[in-house]
Each structure stands twice: as structure tokens, then as C-alpha cells.
């Protein structure tokens, strides 16, 4: 049967005034109605939506689901994303054998004992952080002294890239993954992006240092398992998605303790209870929002509803995350939850590869932040109303006031 607009919602679907936390009510809808639907996007073309947990996590291993961004039916978010979706190829983006390829040159730089080894670095940087947002005084914008520059220092060092050229990156990458963007605008900043990294890893062929670009130029592109090309979009993938989404981690869970007194007493009474925190932060606010997109490329059955190759595929983790069937009130954050087997770094041949290096972050980030700050709250907030990222791909916040 033919699907009309009236049956398949424009998506992404809006989350519901007053609740810009929690997902969108239709997506539970859907999930119980239909839990395999057609969406409507931008562009009028359609895609099937997957919602059930059981459902999204099967077909994020299943090989007949394509990540290819080439592929003509990928689902896009804007025409902004279309314009540019030749520099949109790295391996989150390729299919095995070719992603296998690349992921397997960098799975020992994320190992988790290696990531555990930056643990003192890590607890320093914070540290640092937090003084210096104390020494400048109460209130702050939680977000520009804290959430952001966090991830960007760590990752920076991690790749070798100067930390002094954070406002350019930060801009950058903030309009490339904003859907309101246009094509013009997208394309400048990809290109401003690639251009940066192409020079760095030009200097770091050079004089090499003691990082992880320039491993891969004196390692793998030395040794002709890389181009020039490909280790310039990987820096440039693990640059972006090393600290979009940790930071919007960071402030939307202090947001969210904050919203609940109780649930953050709870934490700094037990701090132990602080990595399964972490993990029911990590499941409530699934900040790859708006889904993963695929392609099928046989016809592949998926929660009963046959979806024919060819079509475009978005598998949301927010409606996987917050299923009935999985987790008893999923939409209550309850810190002491068992919420393992949540979907927030994906599941299968994509599943994140930083995730050791996010839940490190995250972890002493909000251990050391209830710590020190006793008397941390919220400042100039209507409660309903955060200042959200309702249009980038990675939700979060632009900013979170706070006094202490
Ligand atoms: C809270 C923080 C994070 C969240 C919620 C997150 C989420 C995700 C998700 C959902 C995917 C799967 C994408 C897909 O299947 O299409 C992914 C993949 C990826 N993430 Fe993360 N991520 C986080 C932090 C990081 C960090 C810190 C890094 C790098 C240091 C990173 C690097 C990557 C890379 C390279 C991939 C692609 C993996 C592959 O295709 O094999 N992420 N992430």
C-alpha cells in the first residue's frame, strides 16, 4: 500500500513544548502503533523509521543495512548535507570490508586500558577547568567554561591538533551539523575544515610528533595503507565527533541532575554510583537524536514490515532507549537503573569507537563537578524552557547558566 503524507510524518518530529528533554511524543506513538513507519523528509522523499529497541539493535548488525553515504537513496537531514556528501566520506560512512580496513588502524588507540592510561590527564584537565571557571566568578555559562572545552582539550591532544585553533574548528563544526545551515554555508565550513586538517597532517608528515595523526601519516600512509586524502577525513571525523557529543553530554547531564535534586544528592552521597549514572544519562538523552541513517540493499525484513532494497533506513536510538519493553519507566531518570544495553554509541560494525574515551570523560567530568561545587544551580532558566540544539544532528545545549 502506497504511503501518503498524511501517514508518514515529516521528520525529524519535534519534541513537545515544555518537555525539550525528554523525545518526542509521537515517537512513542509510533513505537507502539507502528513500530516500523514511513517518515517524510525534508526533500519529500521517505524513509522507514525504526523505534523498537529490539528492532533498532538487530538492524544495526545486519550487513543488508548500508552505511554508505554514496548510496543514491541515503537518507539526508538537509540539502546542506546533500551538497556536501563527498567530504562526508569517512569510515562512519563505508561499508566492511573498506570500513574494517580503517577502524582496525585505530581500535589500539581507544583500547580501554590505553584510554585508562589518560585518566591522570584527563582528572588534571578537569580540574584545571573547574578553577579557573571558579576563580572567574559565579555565574557561568556551564557550557563555554566547562562542557566544550573539556573534550576539545582532550581530544586535541589526542590527535596532535593545536588547542588554540578551538573557536575556528568549534564554528566550523557547528554549522556543518546545523540542518538550518544552507548548502553555501555547509560547504565553506566543510571546506575551511578539510583544508585545516589537510595542512596539519602536511606539517606533522614533516616533523612527526607524539600523537595519533601523526601515527597515521609515519605508520599507515608511510606504509601505503592509507592516502593523504583518508587520513585527513579520519583526523577530521575523530576531531568532530570526539567533542560534539561528549560536550553536549556533559551539560545536558548536569542540566538534567540539576532538574532532579534528589537524583544528584543521591550521587554525591555515593559516588560510586557515578559510572551507572553515566550509562542511564547516556540512554535518556541519546544525543545522536535524530537516528543512524541507512540503506537496504537486499530486501531485508525488519519487526514484520518488509522494507525493500533500496529505500533509506533511520534507526532512532531515542525511541530504542526509552522502550517499555527494556526499561520500566524509561522516560525517568533514575541513576541507581541497570541501563546497560542501551543504544547511545550505536551497535555493530559502527558501534563508537570512542565510547572508553566518553564514559572516561563523562565520569570524572561529573564526580568532580558534584565535588567541588556544593552548591551548584541553575541561573536565568524558565524550568520548561533550556536553551536546546533542537536543529543540530547531535542534540544538546548552546548554553546552561549556572551559579555556585
Ligand atoms: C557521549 C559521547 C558519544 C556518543 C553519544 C557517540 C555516539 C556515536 C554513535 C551513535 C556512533 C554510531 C554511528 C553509526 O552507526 O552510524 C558513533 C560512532 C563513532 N564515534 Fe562516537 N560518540 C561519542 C563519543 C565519541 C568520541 C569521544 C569519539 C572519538 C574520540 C568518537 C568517535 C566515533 C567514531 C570514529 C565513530 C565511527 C565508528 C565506525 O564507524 O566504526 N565518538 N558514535
Not at 612527526?208 to 601523526?214: A, C, E, N, Y
Not at 595503507?225 to 557529543?245: D, I, K, P, Q, S
Not at 541519546?286 to 541513517?293: D, M, R, T
Not at 551548584?376 to 524552557?385: A, G, K, N, T
Amino acid at each position: 500500500m502506497a504511503e501518503t503524507e498524511d501517514t508518514a510524518p515529516s521528520y525529524p518530529i519535534p519534541r513537545a513544548a515544555g518537555r525539550p528533554l525528554d523525545p518526542p511524543p509521537l515517537l512513542r506513538e509510533l513505537r507502539e502503533r507502528r513500530p516500523v513507519s514511513r517518515v517524510t523528509l525534508w526533500d519529500g522523499r521517505t524513509a522507514w523509521l525504526v523505534t523498537r529497541h529490539e528492532d533498532v539493535r538487530q538492524a544495526l548488525r545486519d550487513p543488508r543495512l548500508s552505511a554508505d553515504v554514496g548510496h543514491p537513496s541515503y537518507p539526508f537531514f538537509s540539502e546542506g548535507q546533500v551538497a556536501t556528501r563527498d567530504m562526508l566520506r569517512s569510515f562512519i560512512r563505508m561499508d566492511p570490508p573498506e570500513h574494517d580496513r580503517h577502524r582496525r588502524m585505530l581500535t589500539p588507540e581507544f583500547r580501554v586500558k590505553h584510554v585508562e592510561s589518560m585518566r591522570p590527564g584527563v582528572q588534571e584537565t578537569v580540574d584545571r577547568l573547574l578553577e579557573d571557571m571558579i576563580e572567574a566568578g559565579s555565574p557561568a555559562d556551564f557550557v563555554t567554561a566547562f562542557a566544550l572545552p573539556l573534550p576539545s582539550l582532550v581530544i586535541c591532544r589526542l590527535l596532535g591538533v593545536p588547542y588554540a585553533d578551538h573557536d575556528f574548528f568549534q564554528r566550523c563544526s557547528a554549522v556543518a551539523f546545523d540542518r538550518e545551515s544552507t548548502a553555501g554555508e555547509i560547504r565553506s565550513s566543510r571546506e575551511q575544515l578539510t583544508d585545516y586538517l589537510a595542512r596539519l597532517v602536511a606539517a606533522k608528515a614533516e616533523h612527526p610528533t607524539d600523537d595519533l595523526i601523526s601515527r597515521l601519516v609515519t605508520h599507515q600512509e608511510a606504509a601505503g595503507r592509507l592516502t593523504r586524502r583518508e587520513v585527513v577525513n579520519t583526523g577530521l571525523l575523530l576531531l568532530v565527533a570526539g567533542h560534539e557529543t561528549t560536550a553536549n553530554m556533559t551539560a545536558l547531564s548536569v542540566l538534567d541532575l540539576l532538574r532532579h535534586p534528589g537524583q544528584l544528592e543521591l550521587l554525591r552521597e555515593r559516588p560510586e554510583l557515578i559510572p551507572g549514572s553515566v550509562e542511564e544519562l547516556l540512554r535518556r538523552h541519546s544525543v545522536a537524536h535524530n537516528g543512524l541513517p541507512r540503506v537496504a540493499v537486499e530486501d531485508i525484513e525488519i519487526g514484520g514490515t518488509t522494507v525493500p532494497a533500496g529505500d533509506a533506513v533511520l534507526l532512532s536510538l531515542a525511541a530504542a532507549n526509552h522502550d517499555p519493553r527494556v526499561y520500566e519507566d524509561p522516560d525517568r531518570l533514575d541513576v541507581e537503573r541497570n541501563a546497560r544495553g542501551h543504544l547511545a554509541f550505536g551497535f555493530g560494525v559502527h558501534q563508537c569507537i570512542g565510547q572508553p574515551l566518553a564514559r572516561l570523560e563523562l565520569q570524572v567530568a561529573l564526580a568532580t563537578v558534584l565535588r567541588r561545587l556544593p552548591g551548584l544551580r541553575l541561573v536565568h532558566e524558565s524550568p520548561q524552557e533550556p536553551d536546546c540544539r533542537h536543529s543540530m544532528t547531535i542534540f544538546g545545549l548552546h548554553s546552561l547558566p549556572v551559579a555556585w
